[in-house]
């Protein structure tokens, strides 16, 4: 992991998704490099959780959406924040700790989705837009929704990885 305080890194949202493709290609990914998602250095996950704790800035939903390409609309749906909440959160700069772990997990399944595509992030946007079979023809941004179905989805990533196609 890398060493240092847990502090935003700087702002560029493109940065920050060839900063992931370049730590999957390394072989440096490791289980929390999806912070990186969110504006966050990869860090102990101790470390993460007192962040998301306190609530990650509202700068942290900005950049998830750029890193994304996901619209404010289709990304707060899939964090479950309604848009006058969303529009109160911009306003205090901060999300509460519940939002903050969902989003979390919607940067956690994008960035599965980019190791599963080496790093192509249209690649996995258009995955995760798109029903799966193996997912009961959900489509796996729905499914990130929940705990259970973000599980379901990492599973599915595994299984693609290791060449299971089901």
């Known amino acids: 992991m890398v060493e240092g305080t847990l502090a935003e890194t700087p702002s560029s949202g493109?940065?920050?998704?060839?900063?992931?493709?370049?730590?999957?290609?390394g072989g440096r990914a490791n289980a929390y490099w999806y912070v990186l998602l969110v504006g966050l250095r990869p860090q102990n996950p101790i470390r993460i959780f007192k962040r998301v704790?306190?609530?990650l800035a509202f700068q942290a939903f900005v950049r998830l959406q750029r890193n994304t390409g996901l619209s404010a609309v289709d990304l707060a749906d899939a964090v479950a924040i309604k848009p006058r909440t969303l529009h109160r959160r911009k306003q205090q700069g901060r999300l509460d700790p519940e939002e903050s772990d969902?989003?979390?997990?919607?940067?956690?399944?994008?960035?599965?989705?980019?190791?599963?595509f080496e790093g192509d992030a249209e690649a996995a946007r258009q995955w995760l837009a798109t029903p799966q079979g193996a997912l009961g023809g959900e489509r796996p941004m729905v499914l990130a929704k929940t705990d259970l179905g973000a599980r379901e989805v990492e599973a599915l990533v595994e299984r693609l990885e290791h060449g299971v196609l089901t």
């Open 53 to 55: 704790e306190r609530g």
């Open 14 to 25: 493109p940065a920050e998704i060839e900063a992931y493709r370049e730590a999957i290609k």
């Open 102 to 116: 969902r989003l979390l997990r919607v940067s956690r399944i994008f960035g599965r989705a980019l190791e599963l």
